[in-house]
């Protein structure tokens, strides 16, 4: 097998029948191919399955050097823990990470979170961007692998209630003409039965006269890229953020500020009165959308 195939070179291909109609391939016939030959079926696997995302969008095996990665699988750590104080340590609850880029290049995850179902990781820079092979130790046993891709940058967002969609996780942050901030969240939450909840979009207002509006978003894998390519996505318009880069207090988490009181007033007549789709590109790629609620702020007295 090739590097770029993320397979093992001792690793094989199988032919595979299709368990329906020719012209159904390659709707189905080619990812039951493809399963097979990445070795991720269990009649060909030697190791525990075991699934990347971001941590994030959950967008599946899309990440980018630095950027927070969580793994689900079953039996992945013998114990929970998380990492404690600055930095982040390569190995919890005796369970490291390490990756292997195309060139061969390795490296070990910066680790966040650990338990049986669920670890969480920041990935290492230094990576060649392309497919990477993953492998999971306890100790010095491999017990899960999987593969994934390394991009320039794979933009996602962090939602309010952790699931990738609905309200964002972040606030809004108003500056009066007298100086005085005042700032709240994006979300507002919401009972839904008795010992849970759920959450709306909170109103981010527009057209206070001299007051600056700001949306700060938080979310991993944009932190990579270029600086000045980062732009957002707010109901179909492009928007340049006044910063796009690392939020500096916890590893691996990017922010993400807009100034949306400087928008054209017919950009913002259109926006107001709704809960408007947002998201974080790089080129091509966008993040997972999110919903964003904006209002037209009422003159003074109303």
């Not at 500096?248 to 807009?258: E, H, I, P, S």
Request: glycine letters at 14%; proline letters at 7%.
């Amino acid at each position: 097998m090739t590097e770029w195939s993320g397979c093992d070179s001792s690793a094989y291909v199988r032919l595979v029948e299709s368990d329906g109609p020719l012209e159904e391939w390659p709707a189905k016939g080619m990812p039951l191919a493809w399963e097979f030959l990445r070795g991720l079926d269990s009649g060909m696997r030697g190791r525990a399955s075991v699934t990347a995302s971001n941590a994030a969008s959950y967008t599946r095996r899309h990440t980018a050097p630095g950027a927070l990665a969580s793994l689900f699988g079953e039996s992945m750590s013998p114990a929970t823990e998380s990492a404690a104080g600055p930095g982040l340590p390569g190995t919890l609850a005796g369970v490291r990470v390490e990756l292997r880029d195309r060139t061969g290049n390795t490296g070990n995850a910066g680790m966040v979170f650990v338990s049986p179902g669920q670890i969480n990781v920041q990935i290492p820079d230094g990576l060649q961007t392309g497919m990477a092979s993953m492998f999971v130790y306890q100790g010095q046993s491999l017990t899960h692998r999987d593969w994934l891709y390394v991009d320039a940058s794979a933009p996602g967002l962090f939602a309010n209630d952790a699931t990738g969609a609905g309200p964002p996780a972040g606030e809004v942050l108003y500056i009066r003409p007298d100086g005085s901030r005042v700032s709240g969240p994006l979300a507002t939450a919401i009972p839904l039965t008795v010992g849970s909840s759920g959450f709306v979009s909170a109103p981010v207002q527009l057209g206070e006269p001299g007051t600056e509006v700001y949306v700060i978003l938080y979310g991993t894998g944009w932190a990579s890229a270029e600086a000045g390519s980062v732009k957002a996505m707010l109901g179909g318009e492009t928007l340049l953020p006044e910063y796009a880069g690392r939020q500096g207090g916890f590893t691996g988490l990017d922010q993400l500020n807009l100034r949306l009181d400087t928008l054209p007033e017919e950009t913002i007549a259109r926006l107001a009165g709704r809960v408007n789709p947002v998201s974080v590109c790089y080129g091509d790629v966008c993040s997972n959308r999110l919903q964003l609620l904006i209002e037209k702020a009422l003159p003074a007295g109303q």
